[in-house]
């Protein structure tokens, strides 16, 4: 399976790694310091949706806010945990015979964020939310290119958001996953401005799961390798540049 894609423009934001600047440096060098301070400038998004996003919520629109976009955008939102803390919260709640947050439980369901978004913006294309274990952001950017294959004449934004998982979860989480919000713009057809990129999907020849996908996925559109590639036990997603 083999289906191209140009990567209009994208933005990330992870503790430390608040500009293109920061991108770039780390790309250089690989050094920083992971942690879960999660506190991104979102003062410019409406007062209404800062009120509604937990951390990992606005960590998810300063990226998405950050793309440059000429016209509406389907959306795809992917992540493997999600709003875990948010959940833990609730279910501390019942557990405790304490009412259960309207909107606590609102900002809870997987595509939350994805429908805080398309209300913010105004954007009343589909939208659509994505989790799939460690190859959440695979799955989520084979949906993106997916559905820009079916509807040529209009981009997708994916973006892809992760924290790590509560202490009362951490026996069950995974130390890839690093605190991280990406999205990318991906348009049809070639262009003479941006990347053109093939992506592809195979049987794995080996398991090489040892970073994060998605924060390998950024150092490798920084930097200028022609190929990238990221493999669970059952699936080796690939790029390639064109």
């Not at 959940?87 to 939350?112: C, I, R």
């Not at 934004?157 to 069950?172: G, N, Q, R, T, W």
């Amino acid at each position: 399976m083999s289906l191209n894609f140009t990567l209009k423009s994208w933005s990330a934001w992870s503790p430390g790694l608040d500009t293109p600047a920061d991108w770039s440096s780390w790309a250089a060098t690989s050094e920083r310091k992971i942690s879960d301070d999660v506190n991104p400038n979102v003062r410019d998004l409406p007062m209404m949706l800062r009120r509604r996003l937990s951390p990992l919520g606005r960590m998810a629109m300063r990226a998405a806010h950050d793309v440059k976009q000429d016209t509406m955008p389907h959306l795809v939102f992917s992540s493997r945990y999600g709003e875990t803390s948010q959940t833990l919260k609730l279910l501390q709640s019942l557990a405790q015979n304490e009412p259960v947050s309207p909107a606590g439980f609102s900002t809870s369901v997987h595509n939350a964020l994805a429908g805080l978004l398309s209300i913010s913006s105004k954007n009343n294309l589909p939208h659509t939310a994505i989790s799939s274990g460690k190859a959440s952001f695979c799955a989520g950017l084979l949906e993106a290119i997916c559905q820009l294959d079916e509807t040529p004449e209009t981009p997708v934004l994916l973006v892809h958001y992760d924290l790590h998982l509560p202490e009362f979860y951490a026996p069950f989480g995974d130390d890839t996953v690093e605190p991280l919000a990406l999205a990318l713009l991906l348009e049809n057809g070639p262009s003479n401005e941006e990347e053109f990129f093939s992506f592809n999907l195979t049987k794995p020849k080996a398991c090489n799961n040892l970073e994060d996908p998605a924060m390998n996925f950024i150092h490798y559109i920084i930097g200028a390798e022609e190929n990238w590639s990221w493999s669970d036990e059952t699936t080796e997603w690939s790029c390639s540049r064109l």
